[in-house]
């Protein structure tokens, strides 16, 4: 007898196998998904699945015996469909029958993108559709648009720069505004970079390319608080002058949202005189939104 069954599969494995399974077993409605979140614990980031979340939904499905009677029911018709023909099949060596491929009644499950190949629509999309841009556009399927995030939420937690550099642009073109802070957590991140990196000019274990792309990853998601404002205006003094270029531009996107006024205009200010020309320009561009008025900065 088969069970209903709560699966936990891990991301960004080669194949993605186990999310394959996943997705397929839910779709026949055999099983739930949950994924592990990617959470901030001690300065650090992992992955996992918080406590509370996995007993919550063990006990919704406990406290639901319908529930867990039709999930069985689907289990058994999920695992057993055509068994003894696809294993004589391979036995004989012989082609399975077409009739039999699936005839489950479900619509076929769309084959997942690579990571690479949904930054490269995302990109696409943002830069024909940036007035209404929505990441449905490209991933209709809200199940697998939830995937998606949490696949790219976790490249934050690998060891190696570009990939944590992928998720961050993912992140930002999915809108995956729960990760906001994991997002400003790199950009701040003040963990020097290892010995041997230095010596090839690196500064922080967060290069300058992810300091940057978070910059970036913020206007794509369109959210900005407090906390997102302080580590933007520090990231005006980064030592990397893109990260300065795009720190500018940031705070152009959110001149309506900006909170310290005048202190992001007197830091905009002296900006003017950086020794990079390209600093210097977005920081002029960054300022024309806004007018000195009574002591103020209001938007003109």
Not at 40 to 59: C, N, T
Not at 83 to 91: K, N
Request: charge should be neutral.
């Amino acid at each position: 007898m088969s069970n209903p069954a709560l699966i936990i599969p891990k991301v960004n494995l080669p194949g993605e196998h186990q999310i394959m399974n996943a997705r397929a077993m839910r779709q026949a409605g055999a099983a739930e998904v949950i994924y592990e979140d990617t959470v901030m614990e001690e300065g650090v980031l992992l992955e996992k699945v918080e406590g509370k979340e996995l007993a919550d939904r063990i006990l919704a499905l406990l406290d639901d015996p319908q529930r867990l009677a039709t999930m069985a029911g689907c289990s058994r018709a999920f695992m057993r469909r055509h068994a003894l023909e696809r294993i004589a099949a391979e036995i004989h060596g012989t082609p399975f029958p077409e009739r039999a491929a699936d005839d489950s009644g479900l619509p076929q499950l769309k084959p997942l993108l690579t990571n690479v190949q949904l930054l490269r629509l995302l990109e696409r999309t943002w830069e024909k559709e940036k007035d209404r841009y929505a990441p449905h556009l490209v991933v209709s399927d809200l199940d697998d648009l939830e995937y998606y995030r949490h696949r790219a939420a976790s490249l934050l937690t690998s060891p190696h720069w570009q990939e944590r550099n992928l998720g961050v642009k993912l992140i930002g073109y999915l809108r995956h505004e729960e990760k906001l802070s994991s997002l400003l957590h790199l950009l701040s991140d003040p963990t020097p970079a290892t010995w041997p990196q230095r010596m090839f000019g690196g500064d922080y274990r967060q290069v300058g390319f992810i300091r940057r792309n978070v910059l970036a990853a913020l206007q794509h998601l369109n959210c900005w608080n407090r906390e997102a404002e302080a580590d933007v205006m520090r990231a005006l003094a980064d030592g990397y002058y893109e990260v300065r270029v795009q720190a500018a531009r940031t705070l152009r996107h959110f001149a309506d949202r900006l909170i310290e006024r005048d202190a992001i205009c007197e830091r905009l200010l002296f900006l003017l005189r950086d020794r990079s020309f390209e600093v210097v320009i977005e920081a002029a561009v960054a300022l024309v939104p806004s007018v000195q008025i009574d002591g103020r900065l209001r938007r003109s």
